[in-house]
């Protein structure tokens, strides 16, 4: 499955003329490596972020830390600030952000284990949303990986 929307997503970008970027948290760069295992994906793919902690979403991205503190590390604000930070920062035209919470452990009220945010930025456009993921770590990962490039798929 993620190999398949990985060389779909790779045709629609290279047709037209995109460059995407990655910033990736609970998925650990599961994007980058899907992508960057096509061959031919140095036409289409610019770079990859994988900022875990918050500090790294700071440093790297320019995620503020007022949004950290009041939405916290998993929130579509903070994934909306991860992919323009990716796209202010990097080469690309297109840039997708994913954050959330994998499991076993780390859920809370509110935001439940397979919780994972999503950002599509492509210009001063971006969009965000929510979705709750149901089975292991690996499951969750993995869901998040087909669900990002879906999103950019949707986005072409």
């Known amino acids: 499955m993620i190999e398949k929307i990985s060389k779909r997503a790779g045709k629609k970008l290279k047709a037209t003329n995109s460059m995407l970027v990655t910033a990736e948290s609970c998925t650990g ?7 960057t295992s096509i061959a031919g994906s140095s036409d ?4 990859g972020y994988v900022t875990y902690s918050n500090a790294a979403k700071r440093e790297d991205l320019g995620v503020s830390a007022k949004t950290l503190l009041r939405h916290g590390a998993v929130s579509e604000a903070t994934a909306r600030e991860m ?3 990716a796209l202010r920062k990097a080469r690309g035209t297109i840039a997708l952000a994913i954050t959330g919470i994998a499991g076993p452990g780390g859920g809370a009220p509110g935001k439940p284990v397979g919780t994972v945010c999503f950002a599509w930025a492509r210009g001063r456009r971006i969009r965000s949303e929510t979705k709750r993921f149901r089975g292991g770590r690996t499951s969750v ?3 998040s990986v087909v669900h990002a490039l879906r999103g950019v798929l949707k986005w072409l």
Do not use: D, I, K, Y
């Open 83 to 85: 992919a323009r930070g």
């Open 29 to 35: 760069g599961w994007v980058a490596q899907a992508v």
């Open 141 to 143: 990962r993995r869901q």
């Open 44 to 47: 289409w793919f610019e770079r």
